[in-house]
Structures are given as C-alpha cells and as structure tokens.
C-alpha cells in the first residue's frame, strides 16, 4: 500500500495513547507524535489540575492540586502555529503524526481560524487533507479514572522506571468527576467519527498493553511503513498495586453512590 503522509492519533487522557506515540515515534519513520494542540495561547500550558475541576468547589479535592500558573501568552501567528507543528511532528521521510484529546477540539479550531467551527475542516486545513485517524480507547473507564486521578495530584504523565509511591491521595469524588469527563470524551470520539462516517484504526487498552509492539507495528501497517521496526515499549504501566486498590474502591463506592462507571 501507498505511504500515508499524516496521522491523527484521537484519544483521552489515560486512555494508552502515550504508549503507542512515544513508540511510533521511537521507529523513526512514523512521524514525532505530540499534544500539540493542548496549550493554551493565553499561558502556553496544558490545561492544570485546577483547570479539569473548574467547577468544583469541594476543599478536599482543590487543596490537593496544584495552584494556577499564570504562564505567558503565546504570540505566534496561525501560521507561525502551524509551521513550528508541523516541524516537531514530522520525520525526515515527510510522515508527520499528532495526538489530539477530545477537550483540545476547540483550540485546534481556533488555532486554524476555521470560520465553519467544524472539527474536520480544522483537520483538513491544518493538514491539507483527512489524515489516518488512529482511535485509542479504554473500556472500563474506572482504571482510566483513577490513573488521571493521580496524575493530576502528581503532574506525572509517563514512566519510564519502576513505579514509586507518591503523595496522591483517594477521593471518589475527585475520581468520579475525571470519569464523567472521559467518558463524555469517548462518545464525542464515536459520534463524530459516526456523523463524518470516518472508520478509524481501533486501538484498545487491553491490547495496546499487552502487546504493543505487535499494535505499534498495525499501525506502522497502516502508514506504508515496515512493521518490523516496531520497537520494545518505552514506557512502563503506571499502574501498581494501590491504583489496584483504589479501582475496587471506587467501584465499591460507585455502587453506594451512583458515580459513573
């Protein structure tokens, strides 16, 4: 098959898409995948910890986050935006690829000015054209929960070591909100891919982690590039035995509850 020349990887926080970019970008031929389209041009920042819970008002759950960064303002032009994207996310054989979060559709249409508000005209005037789009999910949101939970308590991402101990706390509130998000999240995914009739590579958690080089290398498939440069996995599960615990936790409280699940 043809080379494809640019790829969207569609995701939510949690949800593996850090595993599977970080080993595209490993091969060297599938682009330098990134959040590019998470900063905010008023800071320059992802969105913060205090920013996902914008309206809670709950202390237990405020206090544990870190406070709002002023920032700087970001004074690119569109088309300076635009330029400095496509360099960090291209490779040397022209395959650019990029990761977008549902939450960071409306910054990446008011990043290309695109009139219409539509995602896909967004997409297609960053691009030129519909680039692959690479749909990564997780179908038990309640890990996925947690894990956001404490990466926002933590401002840690990825790991790439043994998993420590860390300072996170356990609120079912707090998880409970960031699953209400995620789950919002997917189903904006699978409604927009259904109303533009798109038929994006599926990519799931479970298989993502189990076998990700194997997932990487459908993927590279897909692109027009060697499967066989799939790499190891460069990153290690997050994941350990309190996340472990905290998720039957939350579903026990779920349950009492009435949370998302």
Partial sequence: MPPVDNYLVCASQRSGSTLLVESLAE????GTPEEFF???PATSQAPQPREWFADVHDPEIIDVLDELDDGVVDTRTSAQWRDDVFAAGRTSNGV???????????LLISRTRTGSGSLRTAIRTLLGDDPLYVHVYREDVVPQAVSMWRAVQTRVWRH???????AAV??????????????????SW?????????EPLDIEFGELTKDPSGTTARVLSALGQDPAL????????????RSKEWVERYRDDAVRNGYPQ
């Fill in 27 to 30: 091969t060297g031929v599938a």
């Fill in 190 to 198: 699978r409604e927009w891919f259904a109303a533009e009739r798109i």
């Fill in 38 to 40: 998470q900063y905010f």
């Fill in 230 to 241: 799939a790499p190891p996995p460069p990153l290690k599960p997050q994941s350990n035995a």
């Fill in 160 to 166: 790439d070591g043994d998993a420590s101990e860390d």
């Fill in 96 to 106: 650019w690829g990029g990761k977008l979060m549902w939450n960071q559709t409306p």
């Fill in 170 to 187: 356990y609120n079912a509130e707090g998880i409970a909100h960031l699953a209400e998000i995620l789950l919002a999240q997917e189903k």
